[in-house]
């Protein structure tokens, strides 16, 4: 499926500083960028710090005060693997391998270790991993409320599972930290997502389940299937669309996400026949 | 109906060190405190702080180094009040008195700001107030597990909603918090308890309904008319069981209460036609 | 001392909900109120919730959706003690009567239990309760910033400790909290405050020395005798300005405090000879 | 220099349950591991996660229910090298590594976010990394006290800064949380340390200056160089002794270092001319 896809920043520079940008589309074998641009005005010299399959991240210093703009814009053709729910088996701990272990530890914003007898007490006896994502997915929707500035950088999992608001940051980070109490390894997803309203940046979460990562969205914002992949990490301390080390304020964000082509089936978990979607 | 209560503490007092003690069988007009002794040993002099219908505090001076042990004894005739739910109409901020409107606000453990959307997604649309403490004092029972040793002097209701494991006490702060947040005034009542296994000082919280101090206990454990009353307040930090300045580690705790009559009827809200119950 | 002190709030109230003001100068024998307006505009009928000396809290219920405007206005003739800092004797917690010992416990803002540690490796060596409330309240003045914005109506004494920024009622938790860790009482303080910029209402404590109520404003931002004392409280759970049970937004706060008299002399906590600055 | 070193843990196995320790000495070009056995009894078939340079994590299922004995033994012939202070030159992050960048990042046990006034208000303002990260090094050891069972597998460095008591662990993740709101790289570091009385696991912390990760110990309880080396990682949640899934009771746990060598010269940061350890 192809999808065009564009991020505008604009950042008040009061100071030198150093930017890590994470917004361009990720390369891999079912995700080929067909066509970019990225500018900075001001132009400053930026390297991309990247290797096949992972996150693109993008540094460049700004040498001295500035009003910069930043914009990326992308063509993508995005493809997205079904799972029969029956292939879904569990996962047992004793055959993770070393690099998805690490997808079980509490992390930042999802204390996992703190939601432990939660996550057990109200999804610990559904039958399996895809079932009990599933199940903590629509507890998630239903218990918490999108609710635009009602949390910020600081917020976390544990907040969330307490204050029940959030926006799609938080969903994800919820969605993680039980996850992960229940020894479901989970990570941070974030894309730009087609009819996402209104545009924005958005963030959902994977879980490793059959061997396979598959995607869950508790927000149920916007079709599972819509999703230019930008990056994973642990939570949005890995994954963060922009980290700033100086004097800098940012004052403008947008991103949007068009279909560039025809026929979008949009795919959803719901109904019968469930099947688990992964983005290779 | 009459109980014979016991409280026995001991403590190693390394320094010279100051007592508050809240262990007394409160004097109201419907409990009556038929015999009492209150022994120190090794004896020091202590004062009651105290006026009709509060909290009995004893304050005591330990002047040097000591093994102390601390023993309560009473003999407690108690009666409450049974209200038929229809007559528990809900009493609107504008009506409450300036006493009790202070127990609407958040305190050290009963962070009811905090749990604003948590309190009314789960329970803002029962219809009225009594139905609404019965069915949040439900959730509780079915969602924290009671563990001995799970939590400690600084778990408040913030940690328990999320953690779902705690003590009398943290049932307690719990309800407190849940009912404020739902603008039902609410606070901390501590007593010796009739069939509580193993037995110590208890605690459960009252919710202010119709005009009446109306008692709930999350906890279940023991029949809601077979209490002394000891304290109220509006969280453990004003009704603690002993509050200790100096360097001083408590080493023993115990509390019991035997029925001292015959013919208790064990009363619980359940079953139909609920009445509340009060201790004046 | 005669002052000119004015409040006004603005609220847009989308359903019927009631206030509960906290905004009217105290009534004392050293504080006379010598003429005084409160006006609701729309009118709805208020009552007073008061008795000499105590906070005088206004309530009301604004009965339908309508955009409220308050305005407070009194001339206000104020008197307050100096007592030398060697009369300032500690108050061991043995003397101390019932009322004074809740001002030791923690509350919803000033965990002091959490921060004893804190409060007594940084001042429990310093000789006597007037010279450790001085020290930490210079050691918050230098160590946390004044940062509009910073904070909001969670944000408690343990944040401030660790995150260092805060606006007034931040600074007062924090100097709170740390009080109650080393046994001095201490208590939230709310005035119109001389020379404060920008103009707004303002928040410090008192501590309990020497059987006073001493005053402390770690923030440094106003002459300790230029205040118009509004209420006290445990912390600012008890003495908000405003507490709205309804679905209302603040959409308006400001607050004055005029000189109405000639020869005001500020003191503040500084030279030689400090002397202990009581409101009574 | 060499040395003997031993781990021994216990655990009551009450169902089926998976274990990942991380006990085994790394093997690094710097670290040889002489010598080793690694004992379970009753007998399970173990596997090691692991690849050169990175932590040896071992994993193995227990099948039944058993009283389980873990013992490790190794004779390690460890190095570390000495860089002078003044070759130690900051990193600034635009010459950062992908790899290295991570550990800037907020964790689990070190949020770094929360903390950056208080790094910066404290520690801002010294001159370059190297001294910044012995300042606040010292300030944690004379600030936070070593408390054995003052803090549990929940307490993070926010809540150090805070309580001011800790163990090894608590006073290692404080440090990472402080050096990492400075822009300086840090990571937790376990080990096996001489001299450590009394003996267990030992835990201290890495902060990258000078294109080097320079080893720092808060605790001051042993000698620098006297360490070997388990792993790294962010904090304690990807470095943990053990890690394990299922009903399992923690019965034992001991640990020791002992010298195979002779002439041991302890290094400590102290004095002039201080240069920084570094284990490869």
Redesign the interface.
């Known amino acids: 499926m192809k999808f065009s896809v564009s991020g505008a920043l604009s950042y008040e520079v009061k100071a030198a500083s150093?930017f890590?940008l994470n917004i361009h589309a990720l390369r891999t074998p079912a995700q080929a960028v067909l066509e970019e641009t990225f500018k900075l005005d001001p132009y400053f010299k930026s390297e991309e710090?990247?290797?096949p399959g992972e996150n693109r991240?993008v540094?460049f210093?700004v040498t001295e005060p500035a009003y910069l703009n930043i914009n990326y814009h992308a063509i993508v053709d995005t493809s997205v693997k079904l799972t029969p729910a029956d292939q879904l088996v569990d996962t047992?701990?004793?055959e993770l391998?070393?690099t998805t272990?690490?997808y079980?530890?509490?992390?930042?914003y999802c204390?996992s270790?703190?939601?432990f007898?939660?996550a057990h007490?109200k999804f610990g006896k559904i039958d399996n991993a895809f079932e009990k994502v599933l199940a903590l997915t629509d507890w998630i929707y239903e218990?918490v409320?999108y609710l635009s500035g009602s949390t910020n950088?600081?917020t976390s999992a544990?907040d969330t599972?307490?204050?029940?608001?959030g926006v799609c940051r938080d969903f994800a980070h919820l969605g993680i930290a039980l996850c992960r109490a229940l020894?479901i390894p989970a990570r941070y997803f974030t894309g730009y997502a087609f009819q996402l309203n209104p545009p924005d940046f958005h963030a959902c979460f994977e879980a490793y389940i059959g061997h396979e990562w598959i995607l869950f969205d508790a927000t149920r914002l916007v079709p599972l299937n819509g999703i230019v992949k930008i990056a994973t990490g642990r939570d949005a301390?890995?994954a963060a669309i922009g980290?700033i080390?100086g004097d800098v304020r940012c004052t403008f964000v947008s991103a949007s996400c068009q279909l560039a082509d025809k026929d979008f089936e949009p795919y959803y978990y719901k109904g019968d026949n469930i099947q688990g979607l992964t983005y290779l």
């Open positions: 150093t890590i710090l990247a290797w991240y540094r210093e047992p701990v004793i391998d070393a272990l690490h079980l530890s509490p992390s930042r204390q270790d703190k939601l007898r939660f007490s218990n409320e950088s600081q544990y599972v307490a204050e029940q608001a020894d301390a890995d980290t080390f």
